[in-house]
């Protein structure tokens, strides 16, 4: 499986942007997809999950700013984000998760959102 993430650059604040992330390679009837970010010396954080069921999640902080969505027949998710500031410039990355008796994980190469005047 392989997952191309797109659409990062730069955005100035209270600007939107729109990321969305590519999987293809031999996908499961069922899998997640979601969105970490990460900035230099902290740990990746979770942003949003979505399911290809339709089932969505965020995480607390990012609820309300960023929408996450998703389209199964592309095998495309997307991250849709609003008001940024600059404390949300990080490198984000895409991921989808499958399997039954044992979870198989795949990562994006990540892709830089900066949020700067």
């Known amino acids: 499986v392989q997952l191309v993430e797109s659409g990062g650059g730069l955005v100035q604040p209270g600007g939107t942007l729109s990321v969305s992330c590519v999987a293809s390679?031999?996908?499961?009837?069922?899998?997640?997809m979601g969105w970490y970010r990460q900035v230099p010396g902290k740990q990746r954080e979770l942003v949003a999950t979505?399911?290809?069921?339709?089932?969505?999640q965020y995480a607390e902080s990012m609820e309300g700013r960023f929408t996450v969505s998703g389209d199964n027949a592309k095998s495309t998710i997307y991250l849709q984000m609003n008001n940024l500031k600059p404390e949300h410039t990080a490198v984000y990355y895409c991921?989808?998760?499958?399997?039954?008796?044992?979870?198989?994980?795949?990562w994006g190469q990540g892709t830089q959102v900066t949020v700067s005047s």
């Open positions: 991921y989808l998760r499958q399997g039954y008796l044992e979870t198989y994980e795949y």
């Open positions: 390679g031999s996908l499961f009837n069922f899998y997640s």
């Open positions: 979505w399911s290809n069921d339709g089932h969505t």
